[in-house]
């Protein structure tokens, strides 16, 4: 099995490739314009893209996000449809905060 990583910027992402599964973990609530993004992110996959980002924590709780608080409403305006799953997670290592956690069925997986 092949990994190929990527880390880029979404100007610099080519949609032209795509990938079976795309993750975005704990990158979202630092992005300005989130919608675009997560579209990128969409546009990037064949099969999955997973995605985390911290559940509902209050404006302000850290001074890089510039998305807080993020809900399943806010997730549903960026990737414009409902994930295939999603769940709410805590762990202890996070002191209790809250994840959550969501996967988006891309191509023939949709629906």
């Given at each position: 099995m092949i990994?190929d990583?990527?880390?880029?910027?979404?100007?610099?992402?080519?949609?032209?490739?795509?990938?079976?599964?795309?993750?975005?973990?704990?990158?979202?609530?630092?992005?300005?314009?989130?919608?675009?993004?997560?579209?990128?992110?969409?546009?990037?996959?064949?099969r999955?893209?997973?995605?985390?980002?911290?559940?509902?924590?209050?404006?302000?709780?850290?001074?890089?996000?510039?998305?807080?608080?993020?809900?399943?409403?806010?997730?549903?305006?960026?990737?414009?449809?409902?994930?295939?799953?999603?769940?709410?997670?805590?762990?202890?290592?996070?002191?209790?905060?809250?994840?959550?956690?969501?996967?988006?069925?891309?191509?023939?997986?949709?629906?």
């Amino acid at each position: 099995m092949i990994i190929d990583y990527r880390c880029t910027t979404v100007e610099e992402m080519d949609v032209r490739e795509r990938f079976d599964v795309v993750l975005c973990l704990q990158v979202l609530e630092h992005i300005p314009d989130a919608r675009t993004f997560a579209q990128r992110l969409l546009a990037s996959a064949r099969r999955h893209v997973i995605v985390s980002v911290p559940y509902k924590w209050p404006e302000g709780k850290c001074h890089w996000h510039v998305q807080d608080p993020v809900d399943e409403a806010k997730m549903l305006t960026w990737f414009g449809r409902e994930p295939s799953y999603s769940r709410v997670v805590r762990n202890h290592r996070w002191h209790g905060k809250a994840r959550l956690v969501s996967r988006y069925a891309v191509a023939a997986e949709a629906g």
